[in-house]
């Protein structure tokens, strides 16, 4: 099946997502948020301040990443 990797994208990057949401200085994404300078902001978007649902969604496609290419990569290898 093709859509496999992109359904273990989307389990990772939600799960990251919400742990993010709960612990919001879960690395990288912080770090990211500070790294590009990317002034702070009291403006809320669904309740969430903004700054910590961009520091979740930079984690949320990081690990999502990584786990696509293990993903992807191991599934090569098991087949060979």
Sequence with gaps: MKGEGAIVFLIV??????VTLASPNFPPG?????????AETEYLV???????????????VIYGV???????????ILRQ
């Design 66 to 76: 990584i786990a696509w290419l293990i993903f992807t990569f191991g599934k090569k």
């Design 30 to 38: 912080r770090q990211i948020y500070d790294a590009l300078g990317i």
């Design 13 to 18: 990057f939600f799960a990251l997502l919400f």
């Design 46 to 60: 669904l309740g969430i301040p903004t700054t910590t649902l961009v520091c979740a969604a930079f984690n949320g």
